[in-house]
Structures are given as structure tokens and as C-alpha cells.
């Protein structure tokens, strides 16, 4: 048994939107260079393109956007249990911001070179 016609077109327009959708999505997330906010959330430098941490930065974008309560709840399922969906979301919101992709702050005092010690 065959379709008719009609919803045959509207299935293959409905698949080719959202195949368009991901394309673009992936295309985003991948290739364009970071904008001005997005290199101050990642306290990049001003000609830095692709600062590390973009990547996450903008999955986790597209994610709190696109389907914030699913994607919390599929974070939670991933951890096993360890993140609520409530914890999973707020730390989405968070990496979306820019929070938690800076490295954490190296020591206050600085090392002053090597010591040696000298036997005679």
C-alpha cells in the first residue's frame, strides 16, 4: 500500500526542513567564528576566531533554546542519576553564559624559577 501523493510531498518537505535545520545547526556550532559576546563570555582575545570552549558554549546554546526541559532531563539520565534534571539545567544555563568554560585561576603567588641546593 502506497501513500497517495499529497502526503508523500509533505513527509519528504517535512524531512528536507529538518535535515536544512540540522545542517545549518552543525554548520553554526562548527565554522562560524566566534561574535564580540561570545569571546567576552569566553574571555578571549579580540582577533581570537575560535576561542577554545566555542563549541560547547554554543551546543549548550542551541540546547537550552531549542529544548531546555529534554535536554536536562537526557544530562540527568547520561550522569546516571548523579545530576538532577534541575542541576543539569542550571548548569546548562550556565555553560550557555559562558560560566564553567574558564580555566579555574592558576596560584596567586608565583613560583620564582627553580631552586637548587648545593652540597659540598
Not at 577554545?52 to 532531563?73: E, K, S, W
Not at 555553560?95 to 579555574?104: D, E
Request: no cysteine.
Amino acid at each position: 500500500m502506497q501513500l497517495p501523493l499529497t502526503l508523500r510531498i509533505a513527509f519528504h518537505g517535512l524531512r528536507s526542513l529538518w535535515l536544512a535545520v540540522f545542517i545549518t545547526l552543525a554548520g553554526w556550532i562548527a565554522f562560524v567564528p566566534a561574535t564580540a559576546d561570545e569571546r567576552s563570555a569566553l574571555g578571549a582575545r579580540i582577533g581570537d576566531a575560535r576561542p577554545p570552549g566555542l563549541v560547547p558554549l554554543r551546543t549548550a546554546r542551541a540546547m537550552v533554546r531549542l529544548a531546555p526541559d529534554r535536554a536536562a532531563r537526557l544530562l540527568s539520565r547520561a550522569s546516571n542519576g548523579e545530576l538532577s534534571p534541575e542541576l543539569a539545567a542550571m548548569l546548562l544555563r550556565d555553560i550557555a553564559k559562558g560560566q564553567h568554560l574558564q580555566p579555574p585561576p592558576g596560584p596567586s603567588d608565583p613560583v620564582g624559577g627553580a631552586k637548587f641546593i648545593q652540597v659540598r
